[in-house]
């Protein structure tokens, strides 16, 4: 890069500036609120970067080596009319300001009309193979346009510009200069950059020129001769060379004359490095999603977030905001960071990567933690136990209401959490299982609390009714009751009648359920093998949510929570909810056994007369297992092995 093309960087960032200033007086005179450059007018997001800067201006600059800590002599070299080189000797010393060449002098105030040099101690000291190295901090990332090194010595024979994106630690070469390119790094002058090694320092021999002996200046762009340069906002590869914390200089050898090897004391200390200014032009890096960089409370500098983004590069997103994953903002699209849809139900949330694809990239939140009795990706649903109140939104904290199923009536403690229906033993109705259906009574059963009335028998109701340890069966009077025959009653006695254990409530009558089953004969056994794996169409884990009928078929919804086989066939793509078929026959043999509010690893394949049905039908070669961590293991496995072809 010439002197001309740094001075234009220089124009470029003075003309910024004044347009920053122009732009804040402008809208002082205003007392609305100046628009922020990370959103249009209209509120959408778009993408936003810092102002370009020198990065490097009063910044600290570590030495290794600096001339004066005792009073020495040094010399400085030109040519008179005659082209005769002549030298003129001066002290430097530390301890006199006037004298004194520091560090500090490299990022001050460029002042052409007063020019403040950084020195080295001279020949004998530093000369290969000694070297002497600046060190820069930035103290955050950087994406950086040029570094610029302003000499007030000769430009050095070689030297190399190093950086480092983890604060010091480790360093990558950026740059050589040298004149001998081949001797000093061991790469040719003539390599150039390609797409296979965009990330590779160059040497060049086009700057390490002793002439002139002051004032010549040696610039590095960071994307000049890169292939992928003009497209840099869609080169990560890029994005990453132009990223760095610090910066260091580390001069190898000194350009001389030839004389030094005379045993001439003004030759010798007439070499030395000598700079005036060292400038890092670039921007603060906060992948598109902030205008400035601010000082935090750690006193660290940070990126300004926006976009629901955090760190200190904007380089993640914001607590509760992972429905899709984290990208660098480009000029097409802001890629801001969105929140997890938990219906107000939870506070934290993670991404799940499979889960954003099956939706097609549009969500992949998953809620963590539901309160007021919700379940589910979303909190979208109420958990075992509770239905929800179809007169309150999802989003309300009472939405979700207790079964309350009747402890005799019902085949259970679960209902339907879409209805709230409990679900009730033969001749028991009632949403919550708590009396007997038109045409049943009582009888003195707790498995069988309803029987089927005969003609011309009265049958006198037994009712149920809760002790303190069990519920106990009591003979009831219609007349001095007043009951009516189909109430399930549950009032406390102390009545020494048949009792209803733990054990035995809600299970049916044995006889009943061999006389329903005899003509079932045996399930298969269900095994989770690679090879069934692969001659499947799909495997899917499952929470089964509600249970309806239709036909001779129970459909349950389902939240699919993850699909395990790729290519599958168009109407089993994966979904976030979708319908589960068995048909009912099967499902009373327990071939196989689904119930709601359960998770189940679903394995099978897709048969072509099931077209009408959307989702998934499970029969009885199906594979159905209730869900596991050990078998979650097992299928991503197997599915990592259909991905490279092993199926």
């Known amino acids: ?91 430097c ?29 001279t020949y004998s000291a530093v000369q290969y193979p000694s070297n002497v190295t600046l060190t820069l901090s930035l103290d955050k990332k950087f994406e950086l346009t040029y570094i610029s090194l302003q000499f007030c010595s000769a430009r ?81 590869v890029l994005q990453d060379w132009v990223t760095a914390t610090d910066i260091k200089v580390e001069f190898h050898k000194l350009n001389t004359l030839g004389d030094e090897v005379k045993d001439d004391d003004g030759a010798k200390k007439s070499y030395y490095y000598s700079l005036s200014d060292f400038a890092v032009g670039g921007r603060c890096k906060c992948n598109g999603h902030a205008s400035k960089c601010i000082t935090g409370r750690d006193g660290r500098l940070a990126c300004d977030c926006k976009h629901n983004t955090a760190g200190y590069d904007c380089e993640k997103c914001q607590a509760f905001h992972y429905d899709r994953p984290w990208q660098r903002a480009s000029s097409r699209e802001a890629n801001e960071c969105v929140a997890c849809n938990c219906n107000l139900h939870a506070r934290r949330c993670r991404f799940n ?83 007997c259906a038109k045409g049943y009574q009582q009888s003195t059963s707790p498995v069988a609390p309803c029987i089927k009335k005969h003609a011309g028998q009265l049958v006198k109701p037994w009712v149920t009714e809760p002790s303190a340890n069990r519920h106990v069966v009591k003979k009831v009077d219609y007349k001095q009751s007043g009951h009516h025959d189909n109430a399930v009653d549950t ?66 919804t389902a939240s699919i929570d993850a699909s395990f086989r790729k290519g599958v066939p168009e109407r089993t793509t994966r979904k976030a909810e979708s319908y589960i078929w068995v048909q009912k026959s099967d499902l009373a043999c327990k071939c196989p056994k689904i119930r709601v509010s359960r998770r189940y690893i679903i394995v099978g394949k897709n048969r072509a007369e099931d077209k009408n049905r959307p989702g998934y039908v499970v029969d009885r070669a199906t594979t159905v297992i209730r869900f596991k961590e050990k078998w979650q293991r097992r299928l991503r496995r197997f599915a990592k092995r259909e991905l490279n072809g092993k199926c």
């Open 1 to 91: 890069m010439t002197s001309a093309v740094v001075a234009v960087f220089v124009l470029i960032l003075s003309v910024e500036l004044a347009v920053r200033a122009s732009k804040i007086k402008y809208h002082d005179q205003f007392p609305g609120k100046i628009p922020d450059p990370c959103y249009h007018d209209n509120g959408e997001p778009k993408r936003c970067v810092p102002d370009f800067i020198n990065a490097a201006s009063s910044r600290k600059v570590e030495a290794s080596s600096t001339c004066g800590a005792e009073p020495e002599h040094y010399c400085r070299s030109s040519k008179d009319k005659n082209g005769e080189i002549t030298r003129h000797c001066f002290v």
């Open 491 to 556: 009032k406390h006695t102390e009545s020494h009648k048949p009792a209803v254990t733990e054990a035995s409530r809600g299970r049916p009558n044995p006889r009943e359920e061999d006389e329903e089953t005899e003509d079932c004969g045996k399930c298969r056994v269900k095994k989770l093998t690679i090879q069934k794996f692969c001659r499947r169409d799909f495997a899917i884990q499952a929470q089964i949510i509600s249970r309806d009928q239709e036909d001779d078929w129970i459909k349950f």
């Open 156 to 236: 050095p024979h070689s030297m190399a510009i190093l950086k480092s994106v983890d604060y010091g630690k480790t360093w990558t070469p950026f740059q050589y200069y040298s004149n001998d390119c081949k001797k000093m790094y061991s790469k040719s002058p003539r390599s150039q950059a390609t797409k296979a090694n965009e990330q590779e320092a160059l040497c060049s021999e086009a700057y390490s020129n002793i002439d002139p002996f002051t004032g010549a200046r040696v610039a590095y762009s960071t994307l000049e001769g890169r292939p992928s340069g003009q497209d840099f906002e869609n080169s990560p």
């Open 93 to 121: 010393d530390a301890s006199n300001p006037k004298y004194s060449f520091p560090p500090e002098f490299l990022t001050d105030l460029n002042n052409p009309s007063n020019v403040t040099c950084w020195m080295s101690k």
């Open 353 to 435: 990567y499979e889960l954003y694809q099956m939706s097609g990239s549009r969500s992949g939140g998953v809620c963590l933690n539901c309160k007021h009795n919700t379940a589910g990706r979303h909190c979208h649903y109420c958990k075992e136990g509770y239905f929800k109140d179809s007169s309150r939104r999802i989003t309300d904290k009472r939405a979700c209401k207790a079964c309350s199923c009747h402890p005799v009536g019902a085949l259970g403690k679960f209902c339907n959490q879409t209805t709230g229906q409990c679900p009730c033993k033969d001749g028991v109705t009632g949403l919550t299982c708590n009396r």
